[in-house]
T-cell receptor, first 114, second 118 residues
């Protein structure tokens, strides 16, 4: 049971380049999330998904796209990277329940855009 | 919209002593959940403790306990017998109750960096 995994763990991009971050979970969770963490800002929600084939915008969606083609995977794409997207990116997943089950987090991806 | 505020960017505690981290939140909802997450230098987010708003009893997990004051919208974390391994960023988070849509989304505070002195 690997929980939530993220690929890659580190990446350096040049301005204008594109990339995709992959998140995978093996807990059969319905909900998946992408956050970014910046110093002094806490974690901010980029996009989320409440099930396979569905996605929705979070607090800071601009410059990112996502896809959830399979229940266990949630992809985050940067089409044209900008230095403002330098951050640590976290994926998380949780059950679809009103009972307030916690989110389980991946180990994070440190992205630097030069 | 709900907000979560952690007013202490940094805190320090002596090993074996007790420290309390503050968190306040703003919401018009009556049913919700509150969490404390720990983020050590490894960067991994680890759930420390969880509180249901409908429960009056404060949650406890070993050396970690909360002081949940619903009327005051306050949710502080107390760490007793602090250990070197407790040094980390601590995030307070809010989640609405209910199914579907954005109900499961977490709203995070900006975090408190806790240092533990030997």
């Amino acid at each position: 049971n690997a929980g939530v995994t993220q690929t890659p763990k580190f990446r350096v991009l040049k301005t204008g380049q594109s990339m995709t971050l992959l998140c995978a979970q093996d807990m059969n969770h319905e909900y998946m999330y992408w956050y970014r963490q910046d110093p002094g800002m806490g974690l901010r929600l980029i996009h989320y998904s409440v099930g396979e084939g569905t996605t929705a915008k979070g607090e800071v969606p601009d410059g990112y796209n996502v896809s959830r083609l399979k229940k266990q995977n949630f992809l985050l794409g940067l089409e044209s990277a900008a230095p403002s997207q330098t951050s640590v990116y976290f994926c998380a997943s949780s059950y679809d329940s009103p009972l307030g089950y916690e989110q389980y987090f991946g180990p994070g991806t440190r992205l630097t855009v030069t | 919209a709900q907000t979560v505020t952690q007013s202490q960017p940094e805190m320090s505690v002596q090993e074996a002593e007790t420290v309390t981290l503050s968190c306040t939140y703003d919401t018009s909802e009556s049913d919700y959940y509150l969490f404390w997450y720990k983020q050590p230098p490894s960067r991994q987010m680890i759930l420390v403790i969880r509180q249901e708003a409908y429960k009056q009893q404060n949650a406890t997990e070993n050396r970690f306990s909360v002081n949940f004051q619903k009327a005051a919208k306050s949710f502080s974390l107390k760490i007793s017998d602090s250990q070197l391994g407790d040094a980390a960023m601590y995030f307070c988070a809010y989640r609405s109750a209910g199914y579907g849509g954005s109900q499961g989304n977490l709203i995070f505070g900006k975090g408190t960096k806790l240092s533990v002195k030997p």
